[in-house]
């Protein structure tokens, strides 16, 4: 897996080519529409969202995709578009998108379906099981769903979210006939930064993205090499630690609401790498 020139990482078990940021819709409710559009008009291509109305409006993501290609002329193949399947208990039980009664199989069946009807597409970029099952036969039956939409074209490509313990992440992609794609995670200390998954990911062609990025680390935000190296840039100390997070071959999730700072972090692909420069930063995310 590699960066070309930053415009794009290469998931190369299935040479799927994602954007070095996505941005992220979770929490945005009904001004989901307006934030993608703004974020797609200021260069974002990758948009992240789930079949899980609880934490996210992926009708309203369609509702922005469907208005990108009529007003803007973005056309549909522009955007890699990512959602999720969410398990019944990541859901509200008020706004199930699926039967929670079916066998497992079926829901995700059923939540793919509610997706490409959302979105209005009738394919999805990257498809992620938004957690892990607490038994990994349940893994199994989701994930050959996934392995069969992915064979059928639906689903460019597969992946997972949320798994934190190593051995379960092992154990799916030993038994699984297509091997995840990417893997999406909180980046904070309380984890460790993943720095042993993310090892694994690398030996594996799985692309790590992260998630709570800024939002749950503003001790190394506030670095005082990192900041030296801002003003240095006459960057903002959120670009520098991005930039950092990049050069660990991370692709980040952006959840801004602001359309300066969209601007300013779609510059971070271009800045040249800074990671050796913080070495304090580096020693703890490293």
């Known amino acids: 897996m590699s960066l070309h020139h930053y415009t794009g990482v290469i998931a190369s078990n299935v040479q799927t080519v994602m954007p070095p940021i996505m941005y992220g819709t979770a929490w945005k409710k009904e001004n989901t529409t307006l934030l993608v559009i703004a974020a797609v008009l200021a260069g974002f291509k990758g948009i992240d969202t789930a079949c899980q109305p609880m934490h996210y409006r992926e009708d309203l993501v369609g509702n922005a995709v469907t208005e990108l290609g009529k007003s803007f002329g973005k056309k549909r193949e522009s955007l890699f578009i990512q959602t999720k399947f969410t398990l019944v208990e990541g859901q509200d039980p008020k706004s199930i998108p699926y039967d929670p009664k079916a066998p497992i199989p079926e829901q995700v069946k059923q939540s793919i379906q509610v997706s490409l009807k959302n979105l209005g597409t009738n394919y999805i970029d990257s498809y992620v099981l938004h957690g892990p099952y607490d038994k990994h036969e349940d893994n199994m039956l989701a994930w050959g769903v996934l392995e069969q939409h992915h064979k059928n074209g639906i689903l460019k490509q597969i992946g997972l979210s949320n798994v934190y313990e190593l051995d ?119």
């Open 168 to 286: 379960v992440l092992k154990k799916i992609y030993s038994d699984a006939q297509i091997k995840p794609s990417v893997l999406q995670n909180r980046f904070y200390k309380d984890t460790n930064f993943d720095k042993e998954i993310r090892e694994f990911c690398k030996s594996n062609n799985i692309q790590y993205q992260s998630f709570w990025t800024l939002s749950h680390n503003p001790e190394l935000i506030n670095n005082t090499e990192l900041k030296a190296v801002a003003a240095e840039l006459n960057k903002s100390p959120q670009q520098i630690f991005y930039r950092a997070v990049m050069d660990l071959g991370i692709v980040p999730l952006d959840g801004t609401t602001n359309p300066k700072h969209m601007l300013e972090d779609l510059e971070v692909p271009l800045l040249s790498p800074v990671i050796d420069r913080i070495p304090t930063v580096k020693k703890v995310i490293a």
